[in-house]
């Protein structure tokens, strides 16, 4: 059904000046979107019966902040992708409420952070790998966007709790050991933009 809202969608879009690669990039968004739509409501519709609407809104702030810059792993199926993401937002939105980061941890989670998304952002997949030309320019937003959470964040409370939650579930979609255990390949990388 999806599939054939996507076609719909893209013939009814696509205009003879696309070349190929703009239709690709052009289905991929619309495919996207009617993945992410019925998540979305159902996220904000629970998160809004549990109070939760809040925290919410700031973790899609800066968890679509930073997963814009450093991509990585993404679900095989759309049924996982379905489930994952919606216990990864309703998770955050949750534990962003009752959690204390004392300044100590705080600082050194953020050490971790900054290695992280040095080292392995932005991370490409088979499906949707980076171009060469891409890389510097995603891993310097990316560290940039660690920087200044980090500084955000200095004030405790609710939005240092999203600032470390937002990094962490992102953290975690970047590095190697994702990627293996979900028998996928990582950090791919192509010369040029075609």
Same mark, same amino acid.
């Given at each position: 059904m999806t599939d054939h809202i996507v076609s719909r969608l893209t013939a009814s879009l696509k205009t003879d000046d696309l070349d190929d690669y703009t239709v690709e990039l052009l289905e991929y968004g619309i495919s996207a979107m009617?993945?992410?739509l019925p998540k979305t409501i159902l996220v904000i519709f629970i998160c809004k019966k549990l109070k939760l609407l809040k925290p919410?809104? &700031?973790i *899609?702030? *800066?968890y679509g902040a930073?997963?814009?810059?450093s991509h990585g792993i993404h679900s095989k199926t759309p049924l996982a992708c379905f489930l994952i993401g919606t216990a990864n937002f309703l998770s955050m939105a949750y534990l962003s409420t009752v959690m204390t980061?004392? =300044?100590k941890i705080y600082n050194a989670i953020f050490a971790y952070f900054f290695c992280v998304y040095l080292k392995y952002a932005p991370s490409g997949t088979e499906v949707n790998p980076m171009y060469k030309d891409q890389i510097k320019? &995603? =891993?310097i937003k990316s560290v940039l966007l660690v920087i200044i959470y980090y500084f955000i964040g200095l004030k405790k409370g609710l939005v240092r709790n999203i600032a470390v939650l937002s990094l962490l579930s992102q953290s975690i979609s970047i590095i190697p050991i994702t990627y293996k255990l979900a028998n996928? =390949?990582?950090g791919v990388?192509?010369?040029d933009e075609e």
């Open positions: 009617c993945l992410n919410l809104l &700031l *899609f702030l *800066f930073i997963r814009n810059y980061i004392p =300044k320019p &995603l =891993k996928q =390949k990582g990388v192509h010369e």
